[in-house]
């Protein structure tokens, strides 16, 4: 394997650095906030049933009339709810409209060893959504009672974001490209289970979409998998998207906690645990994700694995992003709230640095973009970046199997990083 490792583009860090203060679930409580709020419990029942009026209002917007519900071995309850009634048709633009057939697939994209999707621990309960709904993870008041942020449930934080990324909470190592317009792009990622260290930390690989600049405009489409308790309130790694049109402050959301992604597959629920995962030198379980842009109708379309269409973001959720993209980066990203005054224990992809390679550490593979007129091609120049080497690394390289590839992740606190 023939590794290059191009220099790092300056305007790259202060993308990454927006990343790092702008993609947690919620900010670290301290143990005396905690405090408050078991004091808040105790001595202010009216607040907490207000608290609970709130919160019961918003899961009765957010949690669809089901046709069928299931029972995840996870514990998570599964709702098959009319494709037409789920909460995308909720956003002005889109009542009254059903979802979109299939759109031209970029050229160079295989479909000939398509495979039935049974990737996620619901489905293996035999039980299945039936055509014409789709499965969507129930959110329960437990979810929302473990979000520091009522207003912002299943929303990342808007912060002012500094062009520094001294002091911030977030730590990626990534790989990415830049300088031309991107239409999409695919890549195939090894799936493990991380340790985080605490509720208000986490762990993901990614895919991100991007255009607009580092202000206020900033356009995202975000779509892999997921270690975070808050959000989820366990450790098993999810299958995740998430979208915004304004940096993170008033648009867009995880999964189909919003009015926004219109889902169209019966067969993955979108929040819902994978399984299996890969295991420390044994069997390598990866995932292979698709994100581009409808020619005809200008969407941003996601497929899972060989042909499972997942869903869509319509066009008119974004301002750049109508138009194409400027910024497409793959990796991994962990919240480090130096609890103790130590760097965090939480795990990137394996726990384990690149240079243990295959079956060791984690990886992307196979990666693409998606080009002007709908072609699927190697990307050109791609530049790795990790924000703390010490703690979190990457290695890249091309091969014949594997095309454009790296390996990635970390322990977080070691000897180097303490």
Request: with cysteine; net charge neutral; proline share 6%.
């Amino acid at each position: 394997m023939a590794s290059s490792f191009p220099k790092t583009s300056p305007i790259i860090p202060i993308f990454v650095f927006f990343l790092l203060v702008s993609s947690s679930i919620c900010p670290v409580l301290s143990s005396e906030s905690s405090k408050l709020h078991a004091t808040n419990q105790a001595f202010r029942p009216k607040e907490e049933l207000q608290k609970l009026k709130i919160i019961r209002e918003h899961l009765k917007k957010i949690n669809k009339p089901a046709a069928k519900t299931i029972q995840s071995p996870d514990g998570d309850i599964i709702d098959c709810v009319l494709s037409h009634q789920q909460p995308a048709f909720d956003h002005p633009k889109l009542k009254g409209q059903k979802p979109l057939d299939p759109p031209v697939r970029p050229r160079g994209h295989n479909l000939n060893n398509m495979v039935a999707v049974d990737f996620q621990l619901w489905s293996f309960s035999g039980e299945s959504c039936p055509e014409g709904t789709i499965p969507i993870r129930r959110t329960t008041e437990k979810d929302m009672l473990r979000a520091s942020s009522l207003t912002r449930f299943g929303r990342k934080p808007g912060r002012h974001v500094r062009k520094d990324s001294i002091s911030s909470d977030h730590e990626h190592a990534v790989g990415y490209v830049n300088g031309q317009q991107y239409y999409g792009a695919k890549a195939s990622m090894n799936v493990w289970s991380p340790t985080v260290a605490n509720q208000y930390e986490f762990s993901l690989s990614q895919m991100w979409i991007i255009s607009g600049t580092f202000g206020d405009d900033l356009n995202t489409i975000e779509a892999g998998w997921q270690v975070s308790p808050e959000l989820y309130g366990d450790n098993y790694p999810r299958f995740f998207t998430y979208w915004t049109s304004d940096a993170y402050q008033a648009t867009g959301c995880y999964n189909l906690l919003c009015s926004g992604f219109v889902q169209t597959n019966n067969g993955i629920a979108i929040g819902a645990a994978i399984s299996p995962t890969s295991s420390y030198n044994g069997g390598q379980f990866d995932i292979s994700l698709l994100v581009w842009k409808d020619p005809k109708h200008g969407n941003w379309w996601l497929e899972f694995g060989s042909g499972n269409l997942v869903g869509y973001w319509p066009s008119f959720l974004f301002t750049h992003l109508r138009d194409h993209a400027s910024m497409v980066q793959f990796g991994g990203e962990i919240v480090n709230s130096r609890e103790g005054g130590f760097h965090t224990s939480t795990q990137m992809g394996s726990g384990h640095f690149a240079e243990e390679g295959f079956g060791k550490a984690s990886y992307f593979r196979n990666l693409q973009v998606v080009d002007w007129d709908n072609n699927l091609i190697p990307p050109s120049n791609l530049q790795v970046l990790a924000d703390n080497p010490n703690c979190y690394d990457i290695q890249g390289g091309i091969n014949r199997v594997w095309g454009n590839y790296f390996y990635y992740g970390g322990p977080g606190k070691n000897v180097k990083c303490p």
